[in-house]
């Protein structure tokens, strides 16, 4: 008999079977090279997170079940194609599928489940963020008709300000202050200004 396969909208009481979806991530082929992705979150950080995720008009965190239980995620958002387009495409990212779940056709609902909800919204456009050492999730989605695109390169933003500062560039760090203050009078223009209150009468 064939394993009954359900995606679904994560709720709360995922977060224990999230977490262990987000080690397995996180540590696959990390013998070779060093996962960059965040660290292993806490059950009750998720509980959080996933509450956030279902009052989401943009974004949807969805999960992969296999015979009920929980073995896949993808992070579903929905975004501007480009700062010059009107168009809007639907971003599949940590999309993971648990080592004891492969090859059961979980990966594939859960690009249907991002397909059905890009054509619900009326999104032209979707893309697929994979690790480019996955060669197997690569292959996949490429006889689905998803062509590579760009790279991903991800970094803690102290560890790239570090290394340009290594690099000696010429008056790099007077640059970097300069636009922190920039970026902070922006914050504080933005902030709503609140009216002075009103002067007390002589007779009160």
Same mark, same amino acid.
């Given at each position: 008999?064939?394993?009954?396969?359900?995606?679904?909208?994560?709720?709360?009481?995922?977060a224990?079977?999230?977490?262990?979806?987000?080690?397995?991530?996180?540590?696959?082929?990390?013998?070779?090279?060093?996962? /960059?992705?965040?660290?292993?979150?806490?059950?009750?950080?998720?509980?959080?997170?996933?509450?956030?995720?279902?009052?989401?008009?943009?974004?949807?965190?969805?999960?992969?079940?296999l015979?009920?239980?929980? !073995?896949?995620m993808?992070?579903?958002?929905?975004?501007?194609?480009?700062?010059? !387009?009107?168009?809007? %495409?639907?971003?599949?990212?940590y999309?993971?599928?648990?080592?004891?779940?492969?090859?059961?056709? &979980?990966?594939?609902?859960?690009? %249907?489940?991002?397909?059905?909800?890009?054509?619900?919204?009326?999104?032209p456009?979707?893309?697929?963020?994979?690790?480019?050492?996955?060669?197997?999730?690569?292959?996949? &989605?490429? /006889?689905?008709?998803?062509?590579?695109?760009?790279?991903?390169?991800?970094?803690?933003?102290?560890?790239?300000?570090?290394?340009?500062?290594a690099?000696?560039?010429?008056? &790099?760090?007077a640059?970097?202050?300069?636009?922190?203050?920039?970026?902070?009078?922006?914050?504080?223009?933005?902030?709503?200004?609140?009216?002075?209150p009103?002067?007390?009468?002589?007779?009160?």
């Amino acid at each position: 008999m064939a394993a009954a396969i359900a995606v679904r909208d994560a709720q709360r009481g995922d977060a224990a079977a999230l977490v262990a979806l987000w080690r397995e991530m996180t540590t696959a082929g990390a013998g070779h090279h060093p996962s /960059r992705l965040p660290g292993i979150p806490t059950v009750a950080a998720v509980e959080v997170a996933v509450g956030k995720h279902l009052a989401d008009p943009w974004g949807r965190l969805v999960v992969g079940e296999l015979d009920g239980q929980v !073995h896949a995620m993808a992070y579903l958002r929905r975004a501007a194609v480009s700062p010059l !387009h009107d168009d809007t %495409t639907l971003t599949v990212e940590y999309l993971h599928v648990s080592d004891a779940a492969r090859r059961h056709g &979980l990966g594939k609902a859960m690009i %249907t489940e991002a397909v059905a909800w890009a054509e619900h919204e009326g999104c032209p456009h979707l893309a697929v963020v994979a690790p480019s050492i996955a060669r197997e999730a690569n292959r996949f &989605l490429a /006889r689905l008709g998803l062509g590579q695109a760009g790279v991903l390169r991800f970094a803690n933003t102290h560890t790239v300000a570090r290394r340009l500062a290594a690099e000696h560039a010429p008056n &790099l760090l007077a640059l970097l202050s300069s636009r922190r203050s920039v970026l902070a009078r922006r914050a504080q223009l933005a902030r709503p200004v609140s009216s002075p209150p009103e002067p007390e009468s002589a007779g009160t």
